[in-house]
């Protein structure tokens, strides 16, 4: 069963590294826990997944956008990237990027798609996190594994106050315009 509006978001823990404005493209620091009933507890977040990123050769590829899926980099993150001021001016404290990949990617994802401190960029690298969530797919005939679903949720001291999971390909429901229309 998926998560709805009125549910207490599950408990589980997230991989990301903080944000580092001196840290270079080609540092590769360990990822930290990231707990989500201890870091949103009080708080107002936003959690959204982007399913289907893609291992990467960044330093053959960076700058481009060749290794990642075009509604990922070109239209999901930067659309919270742009959106960040107005949503934290709505009260949301934090913006959390999902994927079913490890930290260490999430993390390089971040510095190419210029996140910063605006989104936090994490990996549910076993998709546990999203497994509780009943937001998974099955992608193993593509070659990418068990993924989650493209969705946004918004919380509310840990209570889901809007769930929009992506139905067919694209950012509609799950987008940050959609998200901020809700707050």
């Given amino acids: 069963m998926s998560i709805k509006v009125g549910d207490?978001?599950?408990?589980?823990?997230?991989?990301?590294?903080?944000?580092?404005?001196?840290?270079?493209?080609?540092?590769c620091p360990r990822p930290l826990p990231y707990k989500i009933h201890e870091k949103l507890k009080g708080k107002k977040a936003i959690i959204f997944a982007i399913p289907?990123?893609?291992k990467i050769k960044l330093m053959q590829q960076y700058p481009k956008k060749?290794?990642?899926t075009p509604a990922c980099?070109?239209?999901?993150?930067?659309?919270?990237?742009?959106?960040a001021h107005s949503l934290h001016?709505?009260?949301?404290?934090?913006?959390?990027?999902?994927?079913?990949?490890d930290g260490f990617v999430m993390n390089a994802f971040g510095k190419v798609s210029g996140s910063k401190d605006k989104v936090i960029m994490a990996g549910d690298?076993?998709?546990a996190f999203s497994t509780a969530l009943g937001l998974t797919q099955d992608l193993t005939k593509g070659g990418m594994g068990i993924r989650s679903k493209?969705?946004?949720?918004?919380?509310?001291?840990?209570?889901?106050?809007y769930v929009g999971v992506e139905e067919a390909r694209g950012v509609t429901v799950s987008g940050a315009e959609a998200v901020l229309a809700k707050l």
């Fill in 89 to 101: 001016s709505k009260g949301v404290s934090e913006i959390i990027c999902l994927s079913v990949i």
């Fill in 8 to 27: 207490t978001i599950p408990d589980g823990t997230l991989q990301y590294v903080p944000y580092d404005p001196n840290e270079s493209l080609e540092a």
């Fill in 150 to 161: 493209r969705f946004a949720i918004l919380i509310d001291d840990l209570k889901v106050t």
């Fill in 73 to 83: 980099s070109e239209v999901h993150v930067p659309g919270y990237i742009q959106h």
């Fill in 66 to 68: 060749g290794p990642f």
């Fill in 125 to 127: 690298g076993s998709a």
């Fill in 52 to 54: 289907e990123e893609k």
